[in-house]
């Protein structure tokens, strides 16, 4: 039943520019990005239990990446690959300088990775044009092109990030990322290279926040430190995935889908109030819903319907 339901929203994902406008495509776009960076974050945040702040430094290291590649007339697709390598090397050798850190010295150390990043694109003008932000070339076709392009290029980003969520979680990885969460010092007498799975699954939280940068920069032409290195691009991501489910598969997609419902539906009239409500639903998540939505009460009936047999 869960494969049947999955293949139809494939297929519904695969064929909605064919019938939806562009400002649904927008939304569908943005849902897609806000996908790829909670199941991005998933993989250091949910998987190993470790609260990284540094999601909006991958991002704007990403969109920065691509779009000064694209003004030296690099191909657009190839800019965002090259961002998202260069992302993940980035974001592999930040790893070894701060993941000896736990709990809330790494989160501190990890947050502070965006504004060092935004001080830095500041005062490199002459290659990224400081703060005055940096243009990208415009694609030669029409807006109703461009939507279906960046559209369907977020798709392959946050299938390509769903997929590498599925293949860890039922690795070796995956199994020694659980033991790290439940207790690093007993995996480490147990003979896990803590070390090294910490590594491998920040780096894995940056590829897809690194690339979904290139891309939004190709996709809005126009990008500037203050907007690429915000800080709730780092909480909306930790939002998503407590919304959803820490440390499962599909947590980050299900918590990307309410999350922008509530930020179209809610947020939009309570402009004034956006960051004191979203730090509201941090604190009663964590307090009341440690395991997402999908852990309430009313949810597990849902989720885990007893199979026939058991019933009987």
């Known amino acids: 039943m869960m494969r049947l339901i999955a293949v139809a929203a494939v297929v519904a994902l695969l064929a909605l520019p064919a ?27 949910g998987f190993a239990g470790y609260p990284s702040f540094a999601t909006a430094a ?21 800019a965002w690959l090259a961002a998202g390598v260069m992302v993940a090397l980035f974001a592999a050798a930040l790893g070894r300088a701060i993941l000896h850190l736990r709990g809330h010295y790494f989160a501190i150390a990890s947050l502070v990775v965006a504004e ?46 769903l997929a590498t969520t599925t293949l860890v979680a039922a690795s070796r990885l995956g199994f020694g990322l659980r033991c790290i969460q439940q207790n690093e010092d007993a995996a480490i007498m147990l003979g896990i290279g803590t070390t090294r799975y910490k590594i491998a ?6 590829i897809f926040p690194g690339l979904c940068g290139g891309v939004y920069a190709s996709w809005v032409n126009y990008i500037d430190p203050t907007d ?19 440390g499962t598969v599909l947590g ?3 918590g990307a889908v309410l999350f922008l419902l509530m930020e179209e539906l809610v947020w ?10 979203l730090g509201i ?14 852990g309430a009460g009313w949810a597990r009936l849902w989720w885990r319907r007893p199979k026939p047999e058991a019933a009987a």
Request: hydrophobic residues 60%.
């Open 201 to 206: 699954a920040f780096t894995l939280s940056a």
């Open 58 to 78: 991958f991002f704007g290291l990403g969109a920065y990446a691509g779009g000064v590649l694209q003004g030296k007339g690099v191909p657009m697709v190839v």
């Open 252 to 254: 980050g997609i299900y």
């Open 281 to 294: 639903i941090v604190v009663a998540l964590v307090l009341f819903l440690p395991a997402g939505l999908r």
């Open 116 to 161: 060092v990043l935004r001080e830095i694109t500041n005062s490199a003008t002459d290659l990224t044009g400081g703060g005055m932000g940096l243009n990208l070339p415009v694609l030669s076709v029409d807006v109703t092109t461009q939507a279906r392009l960046f559209y369907y290029a977020m798709f392959v980003v946050a299938a390509a990030a």
């Open 19 to 45: 019938i939806a406008d562009n400002y649904v495509l927008r939304l569908a776009t943005t849902m897609l990005m806000y996908s790829a960076l909670a199941l991005g974050w998933n993989f250091i945040g």
């Open 268 to 277: 939009r009239n309570l402009l004034q109030f956006h960051a004191g409500l």
């Open 228 to 246: 690429v290195y915000d800080v709730l691009l780092s909480v909306k991501p930790i939002v998503m995935v407590l919304l959803g489910g820490v």
